[in-house]
Structures are given as structure tokens and as C-alpha cells.
């Protein structure tokens, strides 16, 4: 199952960690915004019908990857939010993600390009990066005016969750996790070794609960671009572009910039 | 950028070695103004210092340390 990349574990005995799905932020919700970035717009998509969209073609292919997402214990005091930050704080972090262009279609906001290129330049070349960003840019731009319909005036969080939970329940698998305690991260990871993730419960529990680590599996992201656009390169950067921007923004929104960042190849 | 911009090692180089991290300072997030940032989550000396019960923060630094050669054990 495709996990968050938050590092509060789940309550309970660890998980079998050799079997542990990739983590990226706010889990497969977010990444189906990027499936329509890249895949243009219609004129009813929103955030939830964009990740049940999403989730279908992914089981139609038959890929082996589980849509999945979180929510966490305290969800039952703010029923209007879903515990996962990346979902959550999403209109603050798209609006970072906007911060990168000026009006006049240069960089403003170095941090979120510099950063996602960095991040992109295991993927692709300068060129095509710099490409799919201007492109992000443009769909941003259309997010900015679509943004009451696109988010459901403000009531898409707990929407997804229970999307995901009914995708979830048809496959008879456990698609949402529900992560305990307070954030206690210390770093961020971004693991560009393809095949290979976090045991993100097993090294919490090495220090009693008091240390966890953000991971952003980035060798995912082109992965799953390759198996939806195949054939199409430019739509293919635009979805792992916007994954990286995203990702960026997330680690900017909820952090206070103290947090060291690994990069593991 | 300033030094807090790391870069990608060339894709060649790193394919012949086994996964290694590279520690590339911290998340530069634009956040002047503590107002922005307070309440986020954070690890910073004091709280590190806290949160492990150690005296000092040259302690916490070390701790930090500790967890950064850990962590290479759960990935």
C-alpha cells in the first residue's frame, strides 16, 4: 500500500517491514493531482474524482501498487481534517508551489525549483525539467481559478479519506493508516534507490518513540509516471514534476526549516 | 540559493556503489519570520535537548549524530 511520507508510525506491534509500500506525500491523492496536470483538464474533476480516476487506471492496468493514504488518531476531534498535513495544509502548499513564478513567467521562489530540480535531476535533463516546470506552472495557474470546485469549496480532505477507504474495502485491503502520537521528525529523506523504502516504524521504535524521519521515495514518482504515460514523455515529466514541487512545498509548509535533509543513492 | 542548496551526484557515479546517504544541511524554507514558522514541526538543539533528556545542546548535536548513522539501518 502506497504510505505518506510522515513519520508517525501506526499504534501496535511493527509492521512486517519486508513488505512496506512507498511513501509519498499525502500517499496516491496527491499523486493523481499531478495525473491531471498531465492529463489536461475537464470540466468537472475535482480532487477526490481526480483520485478515484486515478486509482482505476492504476487497477486496470494491473499495477501492483495499492492506492492508500492515512489519517491519525485524533481524527475524531477535527472530523473536518484528515491528520495527514500533506492533504490537509494542500491549498497552503499549492500556494507555495505558486510562489515559484513571477508574473511576468520568470522564478521567483528559487527554493521550490532549485530544490525540485535537484530532486528531478536523477530523472531528466535541465531541459525537460525546466519545461515541465513552466507547464506545472500553467496548471497552477488554472488551479488558481478552478480552486472553489477543484477542492469542494474546502470539504475535499475527509472526502478522500473516505475514498480511499472504500477503494480499500472492494479489495478487501487496508488502504488508510492511522498514524499515533505527535510529530517528532528530525529529518528528511529522500531515497532516490529504486525498489527500496523506510522501515519508517521499526527505526521510531529504535529510540523509544522520541526521533522520526520524513521519506520521500522519489524513485517512485517516475516510475508510476512511466506506467500511465508510457509512450508520452512531456505529460510523463509534467506528473513526476509536479510530485517533486510538491514534496518540496509539503517539507516547507510543515517544517520549521531546522530539519536536516539525506539524500540517500 | 544559498549554501543550503545541495546538489545530485552524477547519476553514473553513484550507480556502481551500494545506497549511501549524503547529509545536505537543512530544508531551506523561507520562513523569516518566527511567527511563520513557530509551531512547526522543528529540531532545533533545544528541543532535541529536550526530548532526549540531555544536558547540553553540543549533547543534542551528537544525539543527532547517533541518528543519522541509525537510520541507514531502516532504509
Known amino acids: 500500500m502506497v504510505r505518506c ?14 513488505n512496506l509500500g512507498t511513501q509519498v506525500p499525502g500517499g496516491t491523492p496527491v499523486t493523481s493531482m499531478g495525473y491531471r496536470f498531465a492529463k489536461g483538464w475537464t470540466e468537472d474533476c475535482n480532487i477526490v474524482s481526480d483520485f478515484a480516476e486515478y486509482r482505476a487506471l492504476v487497477e486496470s492496468l494491473g499495477l501492483p501498487y495499492i492506492s492508500g493514504a492515512h489519517q491519525d488518531e485524533h481524527n475524531a476531534d477535527h472530523p473536518e481534517n484528515t491528520g495527514c498535513g500533506a492533504i490537509d495544509k494542500m491549498l497552503e502548499i499549492v500556494a507555495v508551489m505558486r510562489e515559484s513564478q513571477t508574473n511576468d513567467g520568470g522564478v521567483k521562489n528559487y527554493r521550490v525549483y532549485e530544490y525540485a530540480k535537484a530532486i528531478a535531476s536523477s530523472h531528466m ?27 469542494k469549496r474546502g470539504q475535499f480532505r475527509s472526502d478522500i479519506v473516505e475514498e480511499v477507504k472504500d477503494g480499500g474495502e ?3 485491503e487496508k488502504t488508510v493508516e492511522t498514524s499515533a502520537g505527535e510529530h517528532r521528525e528530525v529529518f528528511l529523506m529522500v531515497n532516490q534507490v ?4 523506510f522501515d519508517r516504524d521499526g527505526f521510531a521504535a529504535s529510540t523509544h518513540g522520541l526521533a522520526q524521519a520524513f521519506n520521500y521515495d522519489a524513485w517512485a514518482v517516475p516510475q508510476r509516471a512511466r506506467d500511465i504515460f508510457t509512450d508520452e514523455p512531456a505529460k510523463r515529466h509534467i506528473m513526476m514534476v509536479t510530485n517533486f514541487m510538491y514534496a518540496v512545498a ?16 | 540559493m544559498s549554501e543550503r ?4 551526484p552524477n547519476q ?32 532545533n538543539l533545544p528541543f532535541i535537548k529536550e526530548r532526549f533528556s540531555l544536558t547540553n545542546e553540543a549533547e543534542a548535536l551528537k544525539k543527532l549524530d547517533e541518528l543519522k548513522a541509525s537510520i541507514k539501518e531502516f532504509m
Open chain 1, 5 to 18: 511520507i510522515d513519520g508517525r508510525g501506526e499504534d501496535g506491534p511493527l509492521a512486517n517491514n519486508q
Open chain 1, 125 to 151: 535533463d535541465v531541459q525537460a525539467f525546466d519545461q515541465a516546470f513552466y507547464a506545472v506552472q500553467d496548471n497552477l495557474d488554472t488551479l488558481e481559478k478552478l480552486s472553489d470546485r477543484y477542492f
Open chain 1, 170 to 172: 472492494r479489495i478487501g
Open chain 1, 194 to 197: 529504486e525498489g527500496e523504502t
Open chain 1, 250 to 265: 509539503t517539507a516547507m509548509v510543515l517544517t520549521d526549516g531546522s530539519l536536516e535533509l539525506g539524500i540517500r543513492q
Open chain 2, 5 to 8: 542548496y545541495f546538489a545530485m
Open chain 2, 12 to 43: 553514473s557515479e553513484i550507480e556502481q556503489k551500494p545506497a549511501e546517504i549524503t547529509w545536505a544541511g537543512r530544508l531551506d524554507n523561507g520562513h523569516e519570520n518566527p511567527a511563520v514558522w513557530r509551531g512547526k514541526i522543528s529540531a
